[in-house]
């Protein structure tokens, strides 16, 4: 199905304080009345932090490690976005409610404002979290290319917006924070981009023994072959080209763009990196959750 033309860039709208795509905002009720499952493995990530890798690695986990099959479908579909709905394609919601059980579901809600179901259901969770630079970065590329977001402006604006929370999701400080937590209380594996950058065979292990899976190294090894950054480039089930450039345009910037820890460096001024140290210093105060900004 084609989205609706009326899809471009519309200014972001509040949930409970948090601002979110239109689109989204506007499909609230659905996705605050979704009826988890006990066998639901809900993923959890603030936008651009590696949802696409840790999902495609779930997915493989999940099919024992057989890459024709996590091909049968595109990453949207087979880890469906729940808070997603865009004019004249089916929501999130409604890919959920068709899905066999031992669902995936994707989300990039902060904590706060997960479905209560998720909660009362136990249900299983990996969060994966990723350093604030390279995420500001790879959400401005991302702002251009995605069109349900609003302009970006330019990079400077963007910088200043990200650090306020003005963008789609919220706060990045507030999102890592506040799942950091829960996961003190709840069946909850907390990853970091980084250290899959760094030994993705080690994450996959610990992402197996998360699920009670044996970690057989012939399946650590062919998961790690199928997510790397390469593979998952020139995968079209993995690389959302299937998606409508009035959607997504990837002639603008490819939503598989560097994939790599410490591009920040090469888009920050030294006056922005110090202006945004100085702050992050100040809303990250009094947590223990640390980030490498490099490996
Ligand atoms: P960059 O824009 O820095 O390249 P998400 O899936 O949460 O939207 O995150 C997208 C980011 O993860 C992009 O970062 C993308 O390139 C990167 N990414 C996707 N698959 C990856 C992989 N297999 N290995 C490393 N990075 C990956």
Request: charged share 25%; with cysteine.
């Amino acid at each position: 199905m084609q989205p609706a033309e009326e899809t471009q860039r519309p200014a972001l709208i509040p949930i409970r304080g948090v601002p979110m795509i239109k689109y989204f905002a506007e499909n609230w009720g659905e996705v605050e009345g979704f009826q988890a499952q006990p066998d639901d493995l809900l993923i959890s990530t603030y936008p651009k932090s590696g949802t696409t890798w840790i999902s495609e690695i779930v997915d493989m986990i999940y099919n024992d490690g057989d890459t024709e099959k996590c091909k049968r479908e595109a990453i949207y579909m087979r880890v469906p976005f729940l808070e997603f709905a865009v004019p004249g394609i089916p929501t999130g919601v409604e890919l959920l409610q068709k899905r066999p059980s031992r669902r995936l579901v994707k989300t990039h809600l902060p904590v706060q404002l997960l479905p209560e179901s998720f909660w009362e259901q136990d249900c299983k969770m990996i969060y994966m979290a990723r350093n604030a630079k390279d995420v500001a970065v790879s959400y401005y590329y991302f702002y251009q290319m995605a069109k349900v977001h609003p302009d970006p402006g330019s990079w400077d604006h963007f910088l200043d917006d990200f650090t306020a929370g003005r963008v789609s999701f919220g706060s990045w400080h507030q999102h890592v924070r506040g799942w950091w937590e829960k996961r003190r209380e709840h069946r909850m594996l907390y990853l970091f981009y980084e250290d899959m950058k760094e030994d993705p065979r080690r994450e996959i292990r610990k992402v197996l023994e998360f699920l009670g899976r044996p970690p057989s190294e012939g399946l650590v090894e062919a998961i790690a072959q199928h997510t790397s950054f390469t593979k998952m480039k020139q995968n079209f089930m993995a690389n959302y080209k299937t998606i409508p450039t009035s959607v997504m345009d990837h002639s603008i910037s490819p939503f598989m763009r560097k994939g790599v820890t410490g591009d920040w460096k090469n888009q920050f001024t030294v006056a922005q990196n110090e202006r945004f140290d100085a702050d992050y210093e100040r809303q990250m105060e009094g947590t223990d959750l640390s980030f490498r900004m490099e490996i």
